[in-house]
């Protein structure tokens, strides 16, 4: 089988990807280096690492937010590292679902109006944007609370909106940078029963960047970022 084919039936894999800065005294900073790795359909990959190791900076380039300085992305099969950006944006917006540790939802609009906006931008019709965000709602349990807006929500109801938009194009994966970050230990808890229960009802591609050990114990492979690299984590 050629790579070409291989990288097809893959939902996300990333192929031997650098990201480095220049400093403000002008040295060259190394984040990643030689980072690879192949996500299959359905798998949940944890990476763990210390607080500057580099895990915000792989998951951006992963989710397409940015380029590599080396190295490819690719995205069901398609590297994306060499899209035009109009082409990566819609990528991100139809392939991609993206949670992260504060919910950066639309303080004007109500939970089903957040839900709904990545499938209007994807070209869906109001009405089917809608049925789809009114169905994930009740996945995530908040059916009764389609007509708050965020500040009328708690944290934890703000972060399952959160994942409801982040699914609302039924995306090839699932990226979650720090999610239950920001959330007490029961609240945290039962969001990482919905995330994991909804991966497994939708057979979907997760990569969760952690320092939760819990969460990260729910995912079939634990990875370490280490010195730019990802190498296989102990479980506790």
């Known amino acids: 089988m050629s ?3 291989a990288s ?4 996300l894999e990333a192929r031997d990807l650098a990201m480095s800065y220049t400093g403000g005294d002008g040295s060259t900073i190394e984040v990643l280096r030689g980072v690879t790795l192949a996500l299959a359909r359905g798998e949940a990959v944890a990476v763990t690492g210390a607080s500057g190791a580099g895990k915000s900076t792989l998951l951006h380039l992963l989710g397409a937010l940015d380029r590599p300085t080396s190295g490819a992305v690719f995205v069901g099969g398609r590297d994306v590292s060499r899209l035009e950006e109009d082409d990566l944006a819609a990528v991100r917006n139809r392939q991609i679902g993206f949670v992260f540790q504060f919910h950066h939802l639309l303080r004007e609009f109500t939970a089903i109006e957040n839900v709904m906006m990545p499938a209007l931008l994807a070209g869906h019709s109001f009405d089917e944007a809608r ?6 709602l009740g996945e995530v349990g908040l059916e009764r609370r389609e007509a708050h807006k965020p500040r009328q929500l708690s944290g934890g109801e703000q972060q399952r909106v959160a994942v409801a938009r982040a699914l609302v194009n039924e995306p090839l994966v699932l990226l979650a940078d720090e999610p ?10 039962r969001l990482h029963d919905l995330l994991f229960g909804l991966r497994t009802q939708r057979l979907l591609s997760l990569v969760v960047v952690t320092h939760n050990a819990d969460l990260a114990g729910r995912a079939d492979r634990m990875l370490r970022l280490q010195d730019g690299r990802l190498q296989p984590a102990t479980r506790v």
């Open 180 to 189: 239950s970050g920001n959330l007490d230990t029961q609240t945290s808890e």
């Open 131 to 136: 049925k789809r965000a009114r169905g994930l």
């Open 3 to 5: 790579d070409e084919s």
């Open 8 to 11: 097809a039936e893959l939902p």
